[in-house]
């Protein structure tokens, strides 16, 4: 998401510097296949969501943090869970911290994850939150973080919710990639799986539309709002 997402702000007329991980391969991950006519038009930090000073240097001079980082895998944090309030609930806090600093607007990614198994649907924003995993729990603690700086402080905050988005620069294991794989190799059946849940698909650009809408709108500064 967060490519599709610096695609769409440069061609948008933004100025645009993007968060990596650093590597010792010197990655910057998907960025190293975005258009080619966007190369060279944004500016790469280095970094890792967990280390404040790094945050605070690459948040300086920033108006606005569309925040993205998180760890996201499931299954990963029924046995590394330590490892998912590190990045997301601490890594989160950083970015909250440098943002009051700076005076720095924010638009924290949350996720449906936070619903767990819904109660009622169509899930409205109301929803109550159930912590299903470990990965929705940090999730449903970054929000609250991210709320209580915009209610102790007045930080300027918009909660997004996506759910289930889809599309190129997918990891190949996701439904929807699984589907079209196996249809790409001619098969007659397509294995799925569980087939009795229902999710809400989101092509990744209709996803990326959600986070540019949010900008600049102060009507949702404190507001919880999800992208289906």
Same mark, same amino acid.
């Given at each position: 998401?967060?490519?599709?997402? =610096?695609?769409?702000?440069?061609?948008?007329?933004?100025?645009?510097? /993007? %968060?990596? *991980?650093? &590597?010792? %391969?010197?990655?910057?991950?998907?960025?190293? @296949?975005?258009?080619? $006519?966007? @190369?060279?038009?944004?500016? =790469?930090?280095?970094?890792?969501?967990?280390? !404040?000073?790094?945050?605070?240097? +690459?948040?300086?001079?920033?108006?606005?943090?569309?925040?993205?980082? +998180?760890?996201?895998?499931?299954?990963?944090?029924?046995?590394?869970?330590?490892?998912? =309030?590190?990045?997301?609930?601490?890594?989160?806090?950083?970015?909250?911290?440098?943002?009051?600093?700076?005076? =720095?607007?924010?638009?924290?990614?949350?996720?449906?994850?936070?619903?767990?198994?819904?109660?009622?649907?169509?899930?409205?924003?109301?929803?109550?939150? @159930? #912590?299903?995993?470990?990965?929705? +729990?940090? @999730?449903?603690?970054?929000?609250? *973080?991210?709320?209580?700086?915009?209610?102790?402080?007045? *930080?300027?905050?918009?909660?997004?919710?996506? %759910?289930?988005?889809?599309?190129?620069?997918?990891?190949?294991?996701?439904?929807? !990639?699984?589907?079209?794989?196996?249809? /790409?190799?001619?098969?007659? $059946?397509? $294995?799925? #799986?569980?087939?009795? !849940?229902?999710?809400?698909? &989101?092509?990744?650009?209709?996803?990326?539309?959600?986070?540019?809408?949010?900008? &600049?709108?102060?009507?949702?500064?404190?507001?919880?709002? &999800?992208? #289906?």
């Amino acid at each position: 998401i967060g490519s599709h997402l =610096v695609e769409s702000l440069i061609r948008g007329g933004y100025e645009v510097r /993007a %968060f990596v *991980l650093y &590597n010792s %391969f010197n990655s910057h991950g998907w960025l190293d @296949k975005c258009d080619p $006519k966007i @190369k060279g038009k944004f500016e =790469v930090f280095q970094g890792d969501i967990r280390d !404040p000073n790094g945050v605070r240097e +690459a948040m300086r001079g920033c108006e606005l943090v569309l925040h993205l980082a +998180a760890l996201i895998a499931i299954p990963f944090s029924y046995h590394s869970p330590d490892t998912y =309030v590190d990045t997301n609930i601490k890594g989160t806090l950083n970015i909250l911290q440098a943002a009051r600093e700076f005076g =720095v607007k924010v638009i924290h990614t949350s996720t449906s994850e936070v619903y767990g198994t819904a109660e009622f649907v169509p899930i409205t924003e109301q929803h109550p939150l @159930k #912590g299903q995993s470990p990965y929705s +729990a940090t @999730k449903i603690a970054a929000d609250q *973080l991210a709320f209580s700086f915009y209610s102790s402080f007045e *930080l300027p905050v918009t909660i997004i919710r996506p %759910f289930n988005t889809f599309g190129p620069r997918q990891s190949a294991r996701a439904v929807i !990639p699984t589907i079209i794989s196996q249809l /790409a190799s001619g098969q007659q $059946k397509i $294995k799925l #799986g569980a087939v009795h !849940p229902t999710r809400d698909f &989101n092509f990744v650009e209709d996803t990326v539309r959600g986070f540019i809408a949010a900008i &600049n709108r102060s009507e949702a500064y404190g507001e919880v709002i &999800n992208i #289906g």
